[in-house]
């Protein structure tokens, strides 16, 4: 005669179908943030290739914005084909006093949103961020806060690796170097060093 409850025996087939379960399910659960890495990196890689081309077209300068923050890029596009560099110390004096807002940096610096598609803000997929953007020209490697872009009429852009990581999904990175020349973009499935 049996009473409630289970024996031994069921218990450890119920703990090894669990196992296998989980077994199976984690690596493709990586495998999905890896799919999602590589896919951020793909779309990444078409803007910098529109926003050169565009700049070309256009006689202007474009930038794309890494917000490492927000965990999202958008493009904009300057007013004139001359890149006016504002002093960092008198911005930052502006910041204490609070008086510029980061609409009013943006336009004091003669940049605005690019018109329709390409001008919204993309957001990275769930789970994936910016590691770094590194300027391979001036050795700066910015890994919080804005990283920019830039993108010249003349037919020419920065030297630059942009990371991405899995972050605590422990999925890796994929790296995106940017051809200054051509704005061509070599995506690699790893964390790329200088």
Same mark, same amino acid.
Not at 35 to 57: E, H, R, W
């Given at each position: 005669?049996?009473?409630?409850?289970?024996?031994?025996?069921?218990?450890?087939?119920?703990?090894?179908?669990?196992?296998?379960?989980?077994? !199976?399910?984690? @690596?493709?659960?990586?495998?999905?943030?890896?799919?999602?890495?590589?896919?951020?990196?793909?779309?990444?890689?078409?803007?910098?290739?529109?926003?050169?081309?565009?700049?070309?077209?256009?006689?202007?300068?474009?930038?794309?914005?890494?917000?490492?923050?927000?965990?999202?890029?958008?493009?904009?596009?300057?007013?004139?084909?001359?890149?006016?560099?504002?002093?960092?110390?008198?911005e930052?004096?502006?910041?204490?006093?609070?008086?510029?807002?980061?609409?009013?940096?943006?336009?004091?610096?003669?940049?605005?949103?690019?018109?329709?598609?390409?001008?919204?803000?993309?957001v990275? @997929?769930?789970?994936i961020?910016?590691?770094?953007?590194?300027?391979?020209?001036?050795?700066?490697?910015?890994?919080?806060?804005?990283?920019?872009?830039?993108?010249? @009429?003349?037919?020419?852009?920065?030297?630059?690796?942009?990371?991405?990581?899995?972050?605590?999904?422990?999925?890796?990175?994929?790296?995106?170097?940017?051809? @200054?020349?051509?704005?061509?973009?070599?995506?690699?499935?790893?964390? !790329?060093?200088?």
């Amino acid at each position: 005669m049996r009473k409630g409850g289970f024996t031994l025996l069921e218990l450890v087939i119920v703990l090894a179908i669990i196992g296998m379960v989980v077994g !199976i399910g984690i @690596p493709q659960i990586k495998r999905v943030f890896r799919t999602n890495l590589k896919t951020a990196s793909v779309q990444i890689a078409g803007m910098i290739k529109f926003a050169y081309d565009s700049a070309v077209i256009k006689h202007r300068i474009h930038r794309i914005v890494f917000d490492f923050d927000k965990g999202v890029y958008f493009l904009e596009i300057s007013e004139s084909d001359v890149l006016i560099a504002i002093d960092e110390e008198e911005e930052r004096e502006e910041d204490e006093d609070g008086e510029a807002d980061e609409e009013k940096k943006v336009q004091r610096k003669g940049f605005a949103r690019a018109d329709g598609e390409m001008g919204r803000t993309l957001v990275l @997929p769930s789970g994936i961020m910016f590691d770094s953007v590194e300027n391979l020209n001036t050795k700066k490697k910015i890994t919080e806060g804005v990283a920019n872009l830039y993108f010249f @009429p003349q037919g020419y852009t920065e030297s630059l690796i942009i990371r991405l990581t899995g972050g605590t999904t422990n999925t890796g990175f994929y790296s995106i170097r940017v051809n @200054p020349i051509n704005a061509k973009c070599e995506i690699e499935g790893r964390y !790329i060093e200088i």
